[in-house]
């Protein structure tokens, strides 16, 4: 994590200093939302970002987002799993928590000048780093009742750190950049290298237990900020 956000910082400070920059500007994402965690629950974000023009046509950005929950007794999922075994039907539930950021990177083109209002489509990456918990309170197993350990099936709460790195594809429109201006985009993401890492630890994805990320969702945001023009 301090490795991917020093390289971010580095990115920033490259742009800001570049000796053919037109215009800048940072910005607050201040309502979004994104379906690649929907399944969790945490499918609403908030973040802030950098903007850079280039040209007249393009611009490039670099935006840090942070996903929440508009309902806190929504921040688990309960799934119900079980298995046969030699002393009858094994059955436990897990309840998946999600928290998550991401480090997004687009270019956008825009239709007119991108210092006045204009609409654009954009293309962008990011590093979609996520912490998914999974809290097992009970095992029950027919002929033996309630137990905290059975097999290699153990209660507790464990966490896993999984990475996605989701392409976007948006349309939107920025108003006029010198100054405070404020921009909306909607659209899709995808995960080509995969949406369902394996669980860990092993013995959860041994009995059944899966990640539910989205491979393709819908996304939309808005964000207000102030640029200014050389």
């Not at 928290?99 to 006045?116: G, I, Q, R, V």
């Amino acid at each position: 994590m301090k490795k991917t956000s020093a390289g971010v910082l580095l990115v920033i400070v490259l742009l800001l200093n570049y000796t053919n920059a037109y215009s800048q500007g940072i910005k607050v994402d201040f309502l979004g939302y994104t379906g690649i965690a929907d399944w969790y629950g945490t499918q609403m974000f908030y973040g802030f970002g950098y903007d850079h023009n280039l040209g007249e046509k393009l611009s490039v950005g670099l935006t840090y987002k942070n996903g929440y929950t508009l309902d806190d007794n929504s921040s688990s999922v309960q799934v119900d799993y079980g298995f046969p075994s030699s002393d009858g039907d094994v059955l436990f539930s897990v309840y998946h928590t999600n928290e998550w950021h991401e480090f997004a990177f687009t270019s956008k083109y825009f239709f007119t000048d991108n210092l006045d209002g204009s609409y654009f489509v954009s293309s962008g990456i990011s590093l979609f780093k996520v912490k998914n918990g999974y809290n097992i309170p009970s095992i029950d197993v027919e002929n033996l009742g309630t137990v905290s350990v059975y097999q290699d099936l153990r209660t507790g709460y464990n966490e896993q750190d999984i990475t996605l790195i989701p392409f976007s594809l948006d349309l939107g429109h920025r108003g006029d950049f010198d100054g405070l201006y404020y921009e909306i985009y909607t659209g899709i993401a995808f995960t080509p290298f995969g949406a369902h890492p394996d669980v860990e630890p092993a013995f959860l994805a041994n009995h059944g237990v899966e990640t539910s990320f989205s491979p393709i969702s819908f996304h939309v945001g808005m964000s207000f900020g102030f640029g200014w023009a050389d």
